[in-house]
RNA sequence: GCGGCCAUAGCUCAACUGGUUAGAGCGCUGGACUGUGACUCCAGAGGUUACCGGUUCGAUCCCGGUUGGCCGCCCCA
């Protein structure tokens, strides 16, 4: 016996039908990610798919050097020519990156792409927080216009919606730009200085490291000081209060609902202007409850050395919206039309060839290659939950004639062997 | 990175204060029913009690370490 290898810690399987485990079934994911692209393809988004490595200094620049993202929790290491390299722990700069490096804005004003992947953050796990993880995201490059944030948004409405996801709320908010977010932080620090000893420990560390991360503090204490804190919304300048006003003004036309949020600080450096998150109040998520969020990046390009162009995405956590959704997970397999069963030795050859046959003509077809006895078959035709099973001994081959037995109970039906997949379609 | 809880069959769980062959239900396989699944009945397979070490005459149980999982903090998807 050689030694058992297991899984990377962090990292899941994710099998098909019951056998997962703690993880949605895999077609519940085929589901999610199915009815994803379908709806980003109305939108008028392609896909992009990037590496999953990248130079280690992407990152460093896009997401911020001090934020935890950068700072600890990425998978960094050197390959065999010494380059540093990360596995990407977000989808956006990746994006960004390619699209630089392409050239696209010379090609089109607008851009508008959607990735869906595995993102990889070194992090203590818990549920609905992995290693490895999938994002589904989408990014707008070359508008600056509110539409194109409340586009996005809506996007994310409509496939929370589709995917029959109710208690998600859009939380909203903006965190200014250069021009008025300096203003607001100086406001905000000398606010929360004078109330230092009133924040928690942590608070006190972030008021020097980042003081827009005392907003979001759960601390009751820190809440309250932060009551009383300036409110960034108040702060903003000419501009950016007209664009928020914008983004909620079109948001009220496409009826999209939501609530103004001022602690949506977001873990990313590269944020401007509009940020939000949607938030699900469900047990299974415990307190992972945002399954996504995104905002407006309006300088990150320039500063990766691209074009001067506003941007605006999202990322939606897929490991979060499949474990929302795992409870009706079953339903997206769809079980076979039909077992063909081999009643005799001597008649494994043609009900091999037949069910080949029916497969070619469109049907989802069960055979069990093993062969075994007819019972065995018979009990697997059950478990797979085949809506017919068919029978193929001696005397159907002589008579060319069959019969199809409706699984769920009743008469069965009589087909000739080579009618069954139109018996089959129009028993439907 | 910090704090707390946990680990027995594929799954959910038992096993009297440490006591000899670690059990049950579900699931899986076969049979009763030799060309027809489910229900019922019978039988079978499946465990180094996560791993390593310690205490003890004896450890699933007590202790330490490791690994993995869960909860909270931090942060995020």
New binding site residues.
């Given amino acids: ?1 050689s030694q058992k290898i ?1 899984g990377v ?2 990292m899941n399987d994710l099998l098909p039908g019951e056998l997962g ?2 993880m949605a079934p895999v077609e519940t994911w085929q589901h999610v990610e199915r009815t994803a692209r379908e709806l980003f393809a109305r939108f008028g988004y392609g896909e992009i798919r990037t590496p999953m490595v990248e130079d280690t200094a992407l990152f460093v620049r896009s997401v911020g050097e001090e ?3 950068v700072g ?1 929790e990425m998978y960094t290491f050197e390959d065999k020519a010494g380059r540093s390299l990360s596995l990407r722990p ?1 989808g956006t700069a990746p994006a960004v990156r390619a699209y630089i490096e392409h050239s696209v804005a010379n090609q089109e004003p607008l851009t508008r792409w959607y990735y869906i992947g595995p993102m990889f ?1 070194y ?8 290693r490895q ?1 999938f ?1 589904i995201g989408a990014e707008a490059i070359g508008s600056r216009e509110a539409a194109q944030d409340v586009e996005l948004m809506d996007m994310v409405v409509q496939l929370l919606e589709a995917l029959g996801l109710k208690e998600v709320s859009l939380n909203l908010n903006s965190l200014g730009d250069d021009a008025c977010r300096p203003v607001f932080q100086q406001k905000l620090v000398e606010h929360l200085t004078a109330h230092r000893a009133e924040l928690c420990e ?1 608070c006190q560390r ?1 008021l020097e490291s980042n003081p827009m ?1 005392v907003l ?4 009751a204490k820190c809440q309250a000081v932060v009551q009383a804190a300036p409110d960034i919304l108040q702060f903003l300048c000419e501009p950016c209060k007209a664009h928020f006003g914008d983004v909620r003004r079109k948001l009220d036309v496409l009826g999209v609902r939501y609530v103004i949020n001022p602690r949506i ?4 450096d590269y944020y401007t202007r509009t940020t939000f ?1 949607f938030i699900a109040a469900h047990p299974a998520l ?8 995104g905002g407006r990046y309006d300088k990150l390009l320039k500063s990766l050395g691209g074009p001067d162009l506003p941007a605006v995405g999202f ?3 897929l ?2 919206l499949t474990l929302l959704l795992k409870e009706g997970g079953q339903k997206y397999a769809p079980p076979p039309d039909v077992f063909i069963a081999v ?2 030795e001597g008649s494994a050859d043609e009900a091999f060839k037949l069910a080949s046959r029916l497969r070619r003509e469109g049907l989802r077809v069960e055979f069990d290659t093993r062969g ?5 078959q ?6 797979t939950r085949a809506r017919f ?1 068919l ?1 193929l ?4 081959r002589e008579s060319g004639k ?2 199809l ?1 409706p ?3 009743g008469e069965p039906i009589p087909v000739a062997l080579n009618e069954v997949a139109q018996t089959v379609r129009a028993a439907h």
């Fill in positions: 016996m297991a810690k962090g485990g703690e934020t935890d993202i600890k977000e953050r992090e203590r796990m818990k549920t609905g927080r992995y993880f994002q942590d972030r991360r979001d503090c759960k601390n600080v977001r873990g990313l998150e415990g307190t992972a409850s945002t399954v996504g969020g990322g939606l956590g490991d979060r009643a005799d075994g006895s007819l019972k065995s018979m009990k697997r035709a059950d478990k099973a029978v001994g001696q005397t159907e069959g019969q037995k699984m769920a109970g």
